[in-house]
């Protein structure tokens, strides 16, 4: 293949991942027929890059979980296991406020629930670390365990995301009640 078509195939990958996210963050569940449209490319070129819708939003999720672990990893959190908590809700919920598609479900549809536990691996791993020391230390709410918060977390920044989406809440409503609802639940 000559450079300018390894180019134009780059350029048409760029164009199809962006016109999804722009679908999505808009709150629509797109065919590939809509993507591909909204790209301004043929389905053809669409099925060259992705086989599958789902091979798509994957590609998406997994894009995004890389930008939002190299976010959440890029500083290190506070010592003291509340201040570092309080830290990571913050740093999530900027990074979801800044990748508006992640608050579509028509984006995880398709993915099994053991799926979407992998894809938030890299996420909450810096959460479990903090959690592991808090437990160490005995700060933690005491019938708590540390998969049971990071599992009940996801859930409120998930319930949070969705009344953003809904119209509900102002993003800055739902990410003060998201962190603040982290730091009550892991330290009550």
Not at 6 to 17: G, H, K, L, T
Not at 19 to 31: F, K, N
Not at 104 to 114: E, Q
């Amino acid at each position: 293949m000559s450079r300018k078509k390894r180019e134009d195939a780059q350029a048409n990958a760029v164009s199809i991942v962006r016109a999804a996210e722009e679908l999505l963050a808009a709150g629509q569940d797109p065919s590939l027929a809509d993507i591909a449209a909204r790209a301004g490319v043929s389905r053809q070129t669409l099925y060259a890059h992705f086989d599958r819708r789902g091979d798509l939003f994957d590609h998406i999720v997994e894009r995004v979980t890389r930008e939002v672990a190299s976010q959440l990893t890029g500083t290190a959190l506070p010592d003291e296991p509340r201040a570092a908590v309080a830290e990571w809700a913050t740093r999530s919920w900027r990074v979801i406020e800044a990748n508006p598609a992640l608050l579509n479900p028509a984006l995880f549809a398709h993915r099994g629930s053991g799926a979407d536990r992998a894809a938030h691996e890299p996420i909450t791993g810096g959460l479990r670390e903090v959690l592991q020391r808090a437990a160490a230390a005995e700060l933690l709410a005491p019938a708590a365990t540390v998969d049971w918060l990071v599992a009940a977390v996801l859930a409120i920044g998930h319930a949070a995301a969705g009344e953003l989406s809904a119209g509900r809440m102002t993003a800055a409503a739902a990410g003060a009640a998201f962190e603040e609802s982290v730091g009550r639940l892991c330290f009550s």
